[in-house]
């Protein structure tokens, strides 16, 4: 992937709509980013500050995967299963399941930042944390999802930039675009876009050894709680 100061030439002579246009790309990166910000436990050798490791967790807990909201969908889908065996399940089964769900992915995320330590100084990681928590990053992670569910035509490949303009002049103002742009033409948004792929391998793996290695871990936590409650999986 090239350095987007050589894909977007941002001047005062350029339209609202020539911008949005060639920065469509860049919205993709962002969003790329926000999705591999959750994985699993590779160890690394080096130690984390204190400090480093604040700004780590900071940035880590306003991604989707680390939410509250993400956390009671996961419970709930394991309700589900409880439920299909016995439909009568206590409601207190929630909260068990929910509580574990939390506890496994505060570890999850304990795991994740020497990843970030290893790739990242605390500045760089300093600006990628005031830029993922600034108006117009919170702006992307909340329209975007709804965006990509509605305008089907953007999972096209063939769509032309033209119509992917249109669409993004539904949603995003040139300064909105603009402001994104900033970012990933100063000398950390660069840096992200070159370290994306090996952060996406590694990322990854990470999310299918997490899996491996706690899931049944996770169950018998929960069972072992279902039991000293008196919690019934069985109708």
């Known amino acids: 992937m090239g350095h987007i100061q050589d894909q977007v030439a941002v001047g005062s002579a350029e339209s609202p709509s020539y911008i949005k246009s060639k920065l469509l790309s860049l919205i993709f990166i962002y ?20 400090e480093k490791k604040t700004v780590i967790k900071a940035l880590l807990l306003r991604t989707p995967q680390f939410s509250e909201q993400y956390n009671r969908n996961q419970a709930q889908r394991m309700i589900d299963v409880y439920q299909a065996v016995n439909p009568n399940l206590s409601p207190r089964a929630f909260q068990i399941v929910l509580e574990e769900v939390r506890l496994n992915n505060h570890k ?44 089907a035509g953007l999972k096209n490949p063939r769509l032309s930039a033209e119509q992917k303009t249109k669409i993004y002049n539904k949603y995003f103002t040139p300064e909105e675009l603009r402001s994104t742009s900033n970012f990933y033409n100063s000398p950390t948004g660069r840096k992200m876009t070159t370290v994306m792929p090996q952060i996406t391998k590694e990322e990854m793996q990470v999310r299918q050894s997490w899996i491996q290695k706690t899931s049944s871990v996770v169950t018998k936590r929960i069972q072992k709680r279902f039991k000293k409650e008196g919690i019934k999986t069985l109708p």
């Open 108 to 151: 999850l995320l304990e795991q994740l930042i020497p990843i970030y330590n290893k790739f990242f100084t605390l500045k760089e990681l300093r600006g990628i944390s005031d830029f993922s928590n600034s108006k117009v990053s919170r702006k992307f992670n909340r329209v975007m999802p709804l965006m990509m569910q509605k305008e």
């Open 31 to 50: 969003l790329a980013f926000l999705l591999f910000l959750h994985g699993s436990s590779l160890a690394y050798a080096s130690k984390v500050s204190a």
